[in-house]
């Protein structure tokens, strides 16, 4: 176990390493010293950029391959190496920063940046940490080593029907792949790879041709450049780029490396081949276009052994009609000639959405000229266009370049040329591709005529591309130490998930017995089942049984309160939904084995879109309204009207950890431990309970930590946690299931989409008067949280604005997608961009600046109040002009009017916003918590309270507030695992209540023990925490104390509107600008400053954290994440390939925070204020910064505000196409 263990480590390790020498059969891996892992993980906690902690091993061993391979990287290394690494928590900023400070020590070193010192000289660590043996080199394992003629020896492994075969020759190759003719060829094993996951797929013979001499070899000569098929990517980065030849010569190898470098991630770029990308003959490859107008070619090998050569363009068309998998033929290598003088090459690429990494490209293409060097006449000119319905090669004649002058006519005519052929070839989206196609070529006529120095012919354009700028930021705090509440602290666990040593539900060991579950899900959105087969599936070895709606228990419901069924019974309702499931002895069996079960369904008709539910008028009730004022009345009086729709489309958790548990069943005791990744132990202790049939104390839940949850792991934890339960219960064994990112994406449903129709009425100076909207939410095939969810939206829609008269509606529409859930924000992201867009518009129609007409707007002490959510006016219009203040907002506003009246095709925006949040909620029996703390005779104190812990600091908080209110160091409390047999029938951790709650009950139960201690520090007040806590249990005296806290202030009704529905509101401010290309729709955030009002705040580096996490989080919601859906109800985009969430490289590039100065808040535990979900509706000040910078280039040629009217007629987001 222990060898199969490290054998999986070292492989893992050597994905990240770029000197591993090989992923097979010996692991020979050159591991540095441990002087660059510790750093990594050291600075990475320092600057606190750790949160859920689950891709916090992968940041650590990015940074540390890129230093080991080289040690003073800059910034832009930094960032490109953890382009390919996924963070959902903490915005990147802490992860980009404390990388940073490993820079050499120069004028780009952290200590010149204002009073800050370099944390290289920071000698000081905690004793735990072996930092003084940081010098000690790794020791690969020796049981691991083979003899030294390993890599020479070719290799079979067997097992079962499969083989995987190693040649070290060419002759071998050959040999093997005559006898094995359907043998798969691999290297990077990245498509075979995401194949497996995603479509259990698997081939009986693989070939690796990581041992073939031939095809790893790569040369440059005076003849060009030589790739050998099994080269990665970075090798041949690292040789184009370090290539001593004249530039000139050099264009071709520039160019290549930055179509490379945009493939993907580095740790992509080390395993993938040159081979593998061309032979797939991609139409959506941004690599093809470049290499088919460069004049390659392509060098392949028959399995007679006969090699021949064959033009690139060639090779494509003859890839596309007969792949070489059916002629056997195999790639050898590729020939790229060096660019010769008086030429031109680019490569040009759009992706949609806006992320550049990973992501097939709408549009890509490659462009090249050579003209003479005297009369500018082209020679030769090549353009070639991938994403089309076929790659698209436009050569000399098609408008007769050759001999023409590079002028302005040959622009326009070749403009004309892509406009006849889009119209003839009609591709997908063919308006939106035409327009970059001539945005492209825009580019390379421009790029050409500075290049060769030749008269554009054409106005004054300015500045073309968006520049690359350097990551900046500052925060700012006011200190208010009470304790160790106020102290920046790091979060308590991350030396451990700096290590990968914290253990979450898939990194625990399997029990001897423990079984597999996977589960079986629909295909159809809407349809009977027919019929369920499972024959092929039971037929394959090491499979247990199927469960189904069958297997729950006779004395259970199917039918949770949520309305949802365990499993289907006799219809589906969405895609996804689960009908069974396959148990077997390993989680590949199980996997393959679901493959095997044939549902026969009976087409039903299915309700996709909200406008479908509104025609068929399928709902959930109750509708949800609210009434203030005469709406009516003063519609009629208002001196100005308008009216509008929103769509705002979903949105996907995409946690780190997906969905997982797993249940033991007790014979003995007929108990079931339950450990689950979950946001509310209780919740799944009930349903689990009241499903089989049993009490509820026969049920423990258990969770220590979860990898990021948002609201998603609140319900549908449920998903795996019945089915689970289920299985456990008839197999009367351990089952574990781990939902695949795929399955996930398909199953558990996300933040709702939103389609709002208002009618808003105002006074000339833009004052509302009155508003109407009838607001509609897609909640999928069950209720869930979906009336809540629209209640939040409705209650909360007016947001920071004071509003006479308002009657709004909500809908929460029924239709055959995936149930969709609680999201961090609960409604009000979806509701405050319906309020904002209405300020906007409002702004439009009376001339009045967008910002003014908000601050006109804004609530006062004594103002309407539709609903009671005890907002303070004045602490909305501190952080407002707050925000102003620091932001620079007016001499900005100038500037960006100044840039803008200077260039064409590149404009700016900047957007103001602000935002308030309620904390608490108006159902009275979510508004508690209850707490255990439990001192020893040796000091040490253990806390049990009902929070979860998912990245946002909920324990970090907790401990400092016990070790405050008790008066002890914060290594002496120790925060145990959350378990329903300690803390029962406790609130999910939700709503961004958990410290302010929990934190209250733990400070309640640590008084109590303090006063019961004060008598024996008032007789020794000389003495130690030891010894009272001894001399207490020797006067018996009671050392455990439980606290319980419920909220008495809130009291809202319903029925009446009348009393308070939140406890407080956090209140908050933000400004970014932007800066877009008007040619692709590409954009960049350039700076952004947030201000937030956390009141006293127990951990300002956690809340500064939480801050900017959600704040990118909001930036994918509005800006660059998109759920793509068919029409018969399937999701398209599933996985990180294709659904875009934010990376390093969306940060904005100056992210300031400040957290408001002088600010109590007497309802909260030690003054603080709650800030988990306040900050996201802040991104929105990107989405309407960039509305602002369309605006203005719409507005230079004339066109008024007609985008949209002018507002959001998008699906929520501001992705690429629709720019």
């Known amino acids: 176990m222990c060898v199969y263990v490290c054998m999986y480590v070292c492989m893992y390790v050597c994905m990240y390493v770029n000197m591993c020498v090989c992923m097979y059969g010996c692991l020979r891996i050159n591991l540095p010293s441990r002087h660059y892992f510790i750093l990594s993980k050291e600075h990475l906690i320092r600057y606190h950029g750790i949160q859920c902690g689950f891709c916090t091993p992968g940041m650590v061993m990015t940074m540390y391959t890129l230093l080991r391979n080289n040690p003073k990287p800059s910034q832009e290394y930094i960032e490109r190496a953890l382009d390919g690494v996924i963070c959902r928590c903490t915005g990147y900023r802490p992860i980009l920063e404390g990388f940073e400070d490993l820079c050499s020590k120069g004028e780009d070193c952290c200590r010149s940046v204002g009073n800050r010192t370099c944390l290289q000289d920071d000698k000081t660590t905690d004793s735990s940490d072996d930092m003084n043996e940081c010098t000690q080199e790794f020791i690969f394992p020796p049981e691991l080593l083979n003899n030294t003629t390993y890599h020479s020896e070719s290799v079979i492994f067997t097992a079962g029907q499969s083989q995987w075969m190693r040649p070290t020759s060419l002759q071998q190759l050959t040999d093997w792949k005559k006898d094995y003719p359907m043998a798969k060829l691999v290297a990077g094993y990245n498509d075979i790879g995401l194949e497996n996951i995603e479509r259990s797929s698997s081939y009986k013979t693989m070939i690796c041709l990581s041992h073939v001499p031939e095809l790893n070899q790569l040369s440059i000569t005076e003849e060009g450049l030589t790739i050998g098929a099994a080269v990665s990517f970075s090798k041949v980065i690292d040789a184009v780029r370090s290539a001593t030849i004249q530039d000139e010569k050099k264009r071709i190898f520039d160019e290549l490396a930055s179509t490379i470098g945009g493939l993907g991630g580095v740790h992509t770029l080390n395993t993938s081949t040159f081979g593998g990308h061309i032979v797939t003959a991609s139409v959506n490859s941004d690599l093809i276009p470049l290499l088919m107008v460069s004049g390659c070619k392509v060098n392949m090998i028959c399995p007679d052994g006969v090699v021949s050569s064959i033009e690139f363009e060639k090779f494509i068309k003859v890839q596309s009609v007969e792949p070489l998998t059916t002629t056997g033929n195999v790639i050898l290598s590729i020939q790229i000639p060096l660019s010769c003088k008086n030429t031109y090459i680019q490569s040009y690429r759009t992706n949609t959405p806006h992320r550049r990494k990973t992501t097939d490209s709408v549009l890509s293409a490659g462009m090249y000229v050579k003209l003479d060097p005297v009369s500018k006449t082209i020679q030769e000119m090549k353009l070639c266009f991938g994403g089309m319905t076929e790659i698209v090669m436009l050569e000399n004649e098609t408008i007769e370049r050759r001999g023409r002058r590079w002028d302005v006519s040959l622009y ?59 990551a900046t930021s500052y ?173 705002i489309g979903g949105q996907e958790h995409f946690y780190m950890e997906t969905q997982q548990c797993i249940v033991i069943p007790n014979d003995g005791a007929g108990t079931f431990e339950i450990l689950s990744s979950t946001q509310d132990p209780s919740f799944v202790q009930f349903m689990v309970a009241s499903r089989l049939g049993i009490p509820s104390h026969k049920v423990i839940v258990k969770a220590t930590r979860i990898g990021g949850g948002f609201g998603g792991k609140e319900s549908r934890c449920l998903i795996p946690s019945l089915a689970c339960a289920v299985a456990a219960y008839r197999t009367k064994r351990p089952v574990r299931c781990v939902l695949e990112r795929q399955d996930d994406m398909r199953m558990t ?115 309407n109040k539709p609903i009671d959510h005890n907002v303070e006016p004045n602490k909305l219009r501190i952080c407002w002009e707050t925000c102003k203040q620091k932001s620079d907002f007016e001499n900005r506003s100038r500037r960006v009017a100044e840039f803008n009246s200077s260039t064409r095709w590149t404009k700016r925006g900047l957007g103001i916003i602000p935002t308030r949040f309620p904390i608490g909620l108006a159902l009275k029996k979510l508004n508690q918590a209850s707490a255990l703390v439990n001192v020893y005779l040796d000091g040490s104190v253990s806390v049990i309270h009902g929070g979860i812990e998912m990245g946002q600091g909920l324990h970090t908080k907790i401990t400092q507030i016990a070790s405050t209110v008790l008066d002890i160091p914060m290594e002496r409390v120790f925060i145990t695992n959350t378990t329903t047999q300690v803390v029962p029938n406790q609130p999910p951790t939700h709503a961004s209540v958990s410290t302010d709650y929990n934190g209250m009950a733990v400070k309640i139960a640590c008084e109590k023990i303090k006063k019961r201690l004060q008598p024996f520090v008032d007789e020794n007040p000389m003495g130690s925490w030891k010894e009272w806590v001894t001399t207490a249990h020797e006067n018996l005296v009671s050392l455990s104390a439980t606290g319980h806290y419920g909220v008495e202030q809130i009291s809202y009704d319903p029925v009446t509107g009348k009393g308070p529905a939140t406890l407080y509101c956090t209140h908050g401010a933000a400004c970014s600008e932007v800066e877009i290309d008007c040619l692709t729709g590409e954009h960049q955030v350039l700076r952004t400053d947030i201000v937030m009002d956390v009141g006293r705040s127990i951990n300002p580096a956690l809340d500064i954290g939480q801050i900017e996490g959600a704040f990118l989080q909001g930036y994918g919601l509005f800006v660059t994440e998109e759920l793509r859906w068919s029409e018969n109800g399937e999701l398209l985009n599933c996985g990180p390939g294709m659904y875009n969430v934010p990376r390093v490289k969306h940060i904005p590039r100056e992210f300031n925070v400040h957290l408001l100065p002088n600010s109590d808040n007497p309802k909260a535990v030690f003054s603080s204020r709650g800030i988990g979900e306040p900050p996201l509706f802040l991104s929105s000040s990107v989405f309407f910064a960039i509305k602002e910078a369309i605006q203005a280039a719409r507005l230079e040629i004339g066109l008024k505000y007609t985008i949209c009217e002018g507002f959001i007629h998008l699906e929520g987001e501001f992705v690429i196409h629709y720019m």
């Not at 309020?835 to 004594?862: C, P, W, Y």
């Open 412 to 470: 326009r005519d070749s403009i004309k040329e892509f406009d006849q052929y889009c119209k003839e070839t009609k591709p997908p989206n063919a308006e939106y591709k035409l327009s970059m196609m001539e945005s492209f070529f825009f580019k390379f006529y421009n790029m050409v005529c500075k290049e060769a120095d030749i008269q554009n012919g054409l106005p004054n354009i300015g500045q073309l591309m968006i520049p690359k700028r350097k």
């Open 475 to 647: 925060q700012t705090w006011q200190d208010h130490v009470q304790g160790t509440v106020g102290k920046p602290l790091h979060h308590a666990s991350a030396k451990q998930q700096s290590t990968g040593e914290a253990v979450f539900i898939d990194d625990i060991p399997p029990r001897r017995d423990e079984l597999f579950l996977t589960l079986v899900i629909s295909t159809r959105a809407h349809a009977k089942i027919v019929s369920i087969d499972t024959s092929r599936a039971l037929a394959l070895e090491g499979v247990v049984c199927f469960v189904g709606a069958d297997d729950v228990p006779d004395m259970g419901e199917c039918i949770s309160p949520m309305d949802d069924e365990i499993f289907a019974t006799t219809e589906v309702t969405c895609v996804g939904q689960i009908i069974g499931g396959i148990v077997a002895t390993r989680r590949e069996i199980s996997r393959k084995a679901s493959q095997l079960v044939q549902v026969n369904y009976e087409d039903m008709k299915q309700i996709i879109t909200i406008e479908d539910a509104i025609d068929e008028g399928s709902f959930f009730v109750p509708k949800i309204e609210l009434k203030y004022g005469n709406t009516e009345e003063g519609l009629a009086e208002s001196e100005g009207i308008t009216n509008g729709e929103v769509r």
């Open 749 to 863: 449903g996300g933040r709702h989409p939103v389609l709002a129709k208002y009618k808003v009425g105002f006074s000339l100076d833009g004052r509302i008067k009155a508003l109407d909207v009838d607001m509609y939410m897609n909640g999928g095939n069950t209720n869930d949280y979906s009336v809540a969810v629209i209640a939040t939206a409705v209650t909360n829609l007016y947001h920071c604005y004071d509003i006479p008269a308002l009657h709004i509606q909500g809908h929460a529409c029924k239709t055959n997608l995936p149930s969709n859930t609680a999201f961090r924000g609960f409604g009000t992201p979806q509701a405050y961009l319906v309020m904002e867009t209405i300020m906007s518009k409002i702004a439009v129609q009376t001339g009045v600046a967008v910002h003014e007409v908000r601050l006109k707007n804004f609530m006062v002490e004594d103002g």
